[in-house]
């Protein structure tokens, strides 16, 4: 079994990026092959600051380390090392209709969020499609965000059999049962999510216990007093899927538990889980992320085992399509 997922190295991570993905990539290590690249190729899709860029690369793989990420097991890489990407991409874009990427909501939600853009932030989905198919990936653990992406990828896995013979696995996607799509605290219609207009609404990963407290004190929620999930408890929804998603129990459960007890104590220990959760990852980050030199040798390490992959996959499409050796 092949898994592939990626990780954008913009923004300090959040809990939507944990439970969404992190955590999952975490526990299919013991059982998959792995291959968990960062996209930087996926960053500059929108304007980078170069020195910020390189920063948080190296610390971004510092924090999926420190969250379980494990480099014996699992091929932790940086997608600009592993030129395959680049290349299956631009093979993939001349078979992909245009209307197909209009459509995607990524896509519609930066071209209007960002006056000037490039063209890449239409073919973004097609480089997340090399991505995964250049590693025969079986399995992609992502977030609910993702799925039409996933689908995308898959499209263009059979179009591209159907025309060519089989080439690629066909992937699919997974999501988890738990915290596949954890909303914004401030706006519980939103997604959670790096480029937030609001600091409060988003819980990183790396956020100090206090600011975590003092979040998920201010987090929005109706003006009734019952911790019960509803489509009119939006913000008591998220705050209830976020404590179930951190400690394992039920949405039933937790309901049970806080019946006719308010939103004080409720509220407080959806905050002492989060804390419980993200200090053991704070502890270890701080301990790998001065390491410049042991991060950077674990990522050469893992580009060259993804490069091994990747560049025999690139080698049967470009027979399949006609293209001269070498
Ligand atoms: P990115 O970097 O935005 O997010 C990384 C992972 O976090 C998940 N996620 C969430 N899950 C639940 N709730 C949320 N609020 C939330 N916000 C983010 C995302 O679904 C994702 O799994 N395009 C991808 C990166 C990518 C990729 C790939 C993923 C590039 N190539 C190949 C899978 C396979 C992205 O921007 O993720």
Known sequence: MRILSGIQPTGEKHLGNYFGAIRRWV??????????????????????????L??????????????GIDPERAT??????VPE????????????????????????????????????LLTYPVLQAADILLYQADAVPVGEDQRQHLELARDLAQRFNNRFGETFTVPRGTYPEVGAKVMDLQDPAMRMSTSSESDLGVVR???????????????????????????D?????????????????????????????????????????????VTPIQRRYAELRNDQAELTRILARGATKAHAVAAQTLQRVHEAIGFVPP
């Open 233 to 277: 408890k939006p913000g008591i929804t998220t705050l209830i899927e976020i404590l179930a998603a951190a400690s394992g129990e039920s949405a039933e459960q937790i309901q049970e538990r806080y019946t006719g007890s308010g939103y004080g104590p409720f509220k407080a220990d959806v905050a002492d889980a989060i804390v419980e959760l």
């Open 76 to 81: 932790l890489f940086v997608q600009s090392h």
């Open 54 to 67: 390189r920063k948080s690369t190296l610390s971004l793989a510092a924090l999926l380390i420190a969250s």
């Open 205 to 231: 990963i790396l956020d100090p216990p206090e600011h975590i407290r003092k979040k998920i004190r201010s987090a929005v929620t109706d003006s009734g007093r019952e911790v019960r999930r509803s489509p």
């Open 85 to 120: 990407h680049a290349r299956l991409a631009w093979v993939l874009e001349c078979m992909t209709p245009y209307g197909d990427l209009r459509r995607m909501p990524q896509y519609r939600e930066k071209s209007q969020t960002h006056a000037a853009f490039g063209v890449a």
């Open 27 to 52: 526990n299919e290590q013991a059982e998959a092959d792995c291959f968990y690249p960062i996209v930087d190729l996926h960053a500059i899709t929108v304007a980078q600051e170069p020195t910020e």
